[in-house]
C-alpha cells in the first residue's frame, strides 16, 4: 500500500481558460498519467463551443449552481450531485445559462489535457475564482492549438 504523504495534498493551480476558471487538483504528474482532475468555476454564459476528445473519457460532477449539458443529440440541465459521463469521440459542450456562477470538478482519463489549458489560459491567484475576460486572441489560439492535443471543435452551423 502507497504512503500518503503531505506531499500529495495542495492547492493546485489555478488558470482562467476562455472566460472559465480552472484549479487542477491532480495532473498526470501526480497520477502517473492516469488522469487529470480540475474544479471548474463557470460564470453565467460560460463554457467551451462543441467539440470531441480523441484521446480521452471527460466525467463531469456537478458541485454548484447548473450546468446545461449537450452530449451527442441529448440536452440534459445537470445540478449538484449529478455526474455525466462523456465517452471518447463523442461530441459535447456544457455551459451555465443561469444567473449564477457554477462550479463542477471534470475529471479526464488518460491525462495530458491540462497542458493544453496550461498553454492557452492565464495564471490566477490561488483562491481566485473571477477569470479574466476571453479575447478574441486567446479564443484564436485555442482553436489553433486544440488539434495537438486531439481535440477537434466543432463550430456551430450558420444560422
Same mark, same amino acid.
Request: proline fraction near 9%; aromatic fraction near 8%.
Given at each position: ?9 495542495? /492547492? #493546485? *493551480?489555478?488558470?482562467?481558460v476562455?472566460?472559465?476558471?480552472? *484549479? ?7 497520477? #502517473? ?5 480540475w ?16 484521446r480521452?473519457? &471527460? #466525467?463531469?460532477?456537478?458541485? &454548484? ?25 463523442v ?11 457554477? *462550479?463542477?470538478?471534470i ?6 489535457? &491540462? ?5 492557452v489560459?492565464?495564471?490566477? /491567484? /490561488? ?24 481535440? /477537434? ?7
Open positions: 500500500m502507497r504512503e500518503v504523504t503531505r506531499k500529495h495534498v495542495w /492547492e #493546485g *493551480r489555478t488558470i482562467s476562455v472566460g472559465d476558471v480552472y *484549479r487542477f487538483l491532480a495532473t498526470g504528474q501526480e497520477t #502517473g498519467g492516469a488522469y487529470t482532475q474544479e471548474a468555476t463557470i460564470p453565467p454564459g460560460g463554457g467551451p463551443p462543441p467539440h470531441i476528445h480523441t480521452e473519457e &471527460e #466525467g463531469f460532477f456537478i458541485i &454548484e449552481g447548473e450546468i446545461t449539458l449537450r452530449i451527442g443529440d441529448e440536452t440534459v440541465v445537470a445540478g449538484p450531485g449529478m455526474f455525466a459521463n462523456i465517452p471518447r469521440g461530441a459535447h459542450s456544457f455551459s451555465n445559462e443561469s444567473e449564477e456562477p457554477a *462550479r463542477m470538478l475529471t479526464v482519463a488518460p491525462s495530458g489535457l &491540462e497542458e493544453m489549458f496550461y498553454e489560459g492565464h495564471t490566477l /491567484e /490561488e483562491g481566485s475564482t473571477i477569470p479574466i475576460p476571453a479575447t478574441m486572441a486567446d479564443i484564436e489560439k485555442l482553436i489553433a492549438i486544440a488539434p495537438q492535443y486531439g481535440i /477537434e471543435i466543432l463550430h456551430p452551423p450558420h444560422e
